[in-house]
């Protein structure tokens, strides 16, 4: 079985530029996660996806992120303009459903802000 | 709100030793889940052991055990026998995936 696709791996981007991260869940899983983790820290919940429809994303900050997963499968997080603060891991997990079950994670995507 | 507590920032520990991870929540659901979750230097998180409310007894993954005092509102992981690829952040976490700050773990020989 396929594991979370993300790419890319890592990113270097100036503070005012845009930069995207993809991710592809386990094929059959309807809920999606994007998680911030800072260094040191614990991951943050982004958003959730419920298929293609948004359960949680209420610690988006949405002057400057936004996400969308069209189709209800894959999914892309996106940041305009980026800050120095938004230096972290963006992690994308995927679960058959809602709440209860096991996530699973993917790499992560490193993105640091110059 | 739910809410996720782990006091302790780092954990030392000596191959073959068992150590325990401490976490409390802290949640108004009646019926919920506690996961923990292992994240190694390379940055990926690792799926360990999960305890539903109403499960009577305690969950055991292989060497990895969760002590569940739901009185106490606690949710404590043992690992038995630690060992060097025990060295890791160690996270607890809820539905919908709500995690606490994490502990590191130093497993020395």
């Known amino acids: 079985e396929a594991g979370v696709a993300q790419s890319p791996r890592y990113k270097i981007i100036e503070k005012r530029q845009s930069v995207a991260f993809w991710c592809n869940p386990i094929?059959?899983?309807?809920?999606l996660y994007w998680y911030q983790q800072i260094l040191g820290q614990g991951p943050k919940l982004l958003i959730q996806?419920?298929?293609?429809?948004?359960?949680?994303d209420s610690q988006l900050p949405k002057d400057r992120f936004s996400a969308e997963r069209l189709k209800g499968v894959d999914s892309t997080l996106k940041i305009q303009p980026a800050k120095l603060e938004d230096s972290a891991v963006y992690l994308c997990?995927?679960?058959?459903?809602?709440?209860?079950?096991?996530?699973?994670f993917g790499q992560g995507t490193r993105l640091t802000v110059v | 709100a739910q809410k996720i507590t782990q006091t302790q920032p780092g954990m030392f520990v000596q191959e073959k030793e068992a150590v325990t991870l401490d976490c409390t929540y802290d949640?108004?659901?009646?019926?919920?889940?506690l996961f923990w979750y292992k994240q190694p230097s390379s940055g990926e998180m690792i799926f360990l052991i999960y305890?539903?409310?109403?499960?009577?007894q305690n969950a055991t993954e292989g060497r990895y055990s969760l002590n569940f005092q739901k009185a106490r509102k606690s949710a404590n992981l043992v690992i038995s026998a630690s060992q060097l690829g025990d060295s890791a952040m160690y996270f607890c976490?809820?539905?919908?995936?709500?995690f606490g700050k994490g502990t590191t773990l130093s497993v020395s020989s």
């Open positions: 997990a995927s679960s058959l459903q809602e709440g209860w079950t096991e996530a699973f």
């Open positions: 094929s059959g899983h309807a809920t």
């Open positions: 996806f419920q298929n293609n429809g948004v359960v949680d």
């Open positions: 949640t108004s659901d009646q019926s919920y889940g």
């Open positions: 305890q539903g409310s109403y499960d009577e």
């Open positions: 976490a809820m539905p919908a995936l709500i």
